[in-house]
Nanobody, 127 residues
Framework: QVQLVQSGGGLAQAGGSLSLSCEAS????????MAWFRQAPGKEREFVAA????????DYSESVKGRFTISRDNAKNTVYLQMNSLKPADTAVYYC????????????????????WGQGTQVPVSS
């Protein structure tokens, strides 16, 4: 079992930056592949970014590519999401997720691959 605890976030203005963190703990492989998803009000949850188990490759949705950066520190069992140039359209609840799959990041976009989820973090972006 893997437990994921999210931190960071808060209110941001358009054009601003925010950072989210997600720490993994529990009995599992030491470096699961991890990802961030988000769910805007009235919409389905969508993929944001993924990073493979050793951080060698990453993948992003087109809507955040070039603005968001996913990274990880395996010594801390933590994955990060740095969000720059935020837009009101980025307003959502953000979730981190983990899976014990050794896939390339480009193969990790489906939420159904992830059995472990963080508690969610509200990220409102004002215009």
């Amino acid at each position: 079992q893997v437990q994921l605890v999210q931190s960071g976030g808060g209110l941001a203005q358009a054009g601003g930056s925010l950072s989210l963190s997600c720490e993994a703990s529990g009995r599992a492989v030491s470096s699961p592949a991890m990802a961030w998803f988000r769910q805007a009000p009235g919409k389905e949850r969508e993929f944001v970014a993924a990073i493979n188990w050793n951080g060698a490759n990453t993948d992003y949705s087109e809507s955040v590519k070039g603005r968001f950066t996913i990274s990880r520190d395996n010594a801390k069992n933590t994955v990060y999401l740095q969000m720059n140039s935020l837009k009101p359209a980025d307003t959502a609840v953000y979730y981190c997720a983990a899976t014990n799959l050794y896939y390339r990041a480009t193969m990790l976009q489906s939420e159904y691959l992830y059995p472990y989820w963080g508690q969610g973090t509200q990220v409102p972006v004002s215009s």
